[in-house]
C-alpha cells in the first residue's frame, strides 16, 4: 500500500505570508496527487489535481507542483478564508485505494 | 447543482449494524463512480470503498472488508453502505464523493456535508 507523509502537521502563519506544505509517498504516484482544504465541521473541498492543475474556482493564490514522491503545495499570499485544514491524496491506485496525507492544519500567528 | 446528502447515522452498540444513504442529485448519478471517505473525531481522511457506475466493481479499505458492504440503486440515484459488526473505532462522520477520473487523473470533486456514526455501549 502506498502511504502519504505531510509536513509540517501545523504551522502558524499570517494573512499575507507564503504557506508551502510538504506531501511524500511512499513510492513514485507519477502526477496523481490532489490536495483538499477542509474547514470545520465542512466537507473536505477540492483544490488541485494532477499534482498542478488548479480546480475551476479556486483561487490562483493556490498553486501545486511535483511529481513522483514529492510534491508542495503553496499559498502564495495567505488571506483570512485559506485557515483550515489541508490534505493531500494519492490517486495513482485508483480505484484500488485513495490514500490520504494525515493534514496540515494552518492557524493564524 | 450537483448535490449529495448523506443519512442513516447515529449511535448504534459496538457489534450492531447501521446503513447510511447517500442521495444524488443535479448529475447523471449512472455515469459516475461513488466512493465512502469517513474522518474520525478530530482525526484525517480515510477512504473506505469505492463502487463503479454500474457496480461492476467494488473496493473496500482492509480496515473495513468483510463487514462493510457498498452498493447503489442508479434508479433511485442512491449509493448506500451497509456497516456490520461495528466497532468503536469506525466512530467517524462518513462522507460520499464522487470520483471524476480520465487517464490523467482520478479526484473526489464533489462531496457531501456527511453523517455521524457513533459506536459506543
Known amino acids: 500500500d502506498i502511504q502519504m507523509t505531510q509536513s509540517p502537521s501545523s504551522l502558524s502563519a499570517s494573512v499575507g505570508d507564503r504557506v508551502t506544505i510538504t506531501c511524500r509517498a511512499s513510492q513514485s504516484i507519477s502526477s496523481y496527487l490532489n490536495w483538499y482544504q477542509q474547514k470545520p465541521g465542512k466537507a473536505p473541498k477540492l483544490l488541485i489535481y494532477?499534482?498542478?492543475s488548479l480546480q475551476s474556482g479556486v483561487p490562483s493564490r493556490f498553486s501545486g507542483s511535483g511529481s513522483g514522491t514529492d510534491f508542495t503545495l503553496t499559498i502564495s499570499s495567505l488571506q483570512p478564508e485559506d485557515f483550515a485544514t489541508y490534505y493531500c491524496q494519492q490517486s495513482y491506485s485508483s480505484p484500488r485505494g485513495f490514500t490520504f496525507g494525515p493534514g496540515t492544519k494552518v492557524d493564524i500567528k | 447543482e450537483v448535490q449529495l446528502v448523506e443519512s442513516g447515522g447515529g449511535l448504534v452498540q459496538p457489534g450492531g449494524s447501521l446503513r447510511l444513504s447517500c442521495a444524488a442529485s443535479g448529475f447523471t448519478f449512472s455515469s459516475y463512480s461513488i466512493n465512502w471517505v469517513r474522518q474520525a473525531p478530530g482525526k484525517g481522511l480515510e477512504w473506505v470503498s469505492y463502487?463503479?457506475?454500474?457496480?461492476?466493481?467494488?473496493y473496500y479499505a482492509d480496515s473495513v472488508k468483510g463487514r462493510f458492504t457498498i452498493s447503489r440503486d442508479n434508479a433511485k440515484n442512491s449509493l448506500y453502505l451497509q456497516m456490520n459488526s461495528l466497532r468503536d473505532e469506525d466512530t467517524a462522520v462518513y462522507y460520499c464523493?464522487?470520483?471524476?477520473?480520465?487517464?490523467?487523473?482520478?479526484?473526489?470533486?464533489?462531496w457531501g456535508q456527511g453523517t455521524l456514526v457513533t459506536v459506543s455501549s
Open positions: 494532477a499534482a498542478s
Open positions: 463502487i463503479s457506475s454500474s457496480s461492476s466493481t467494488i
Open positions: 464523493a464522487r470520483l471524476h477520473s480520465s487517464g490523467y487523473y482520478s479526484l473526489f470533486d464533489f
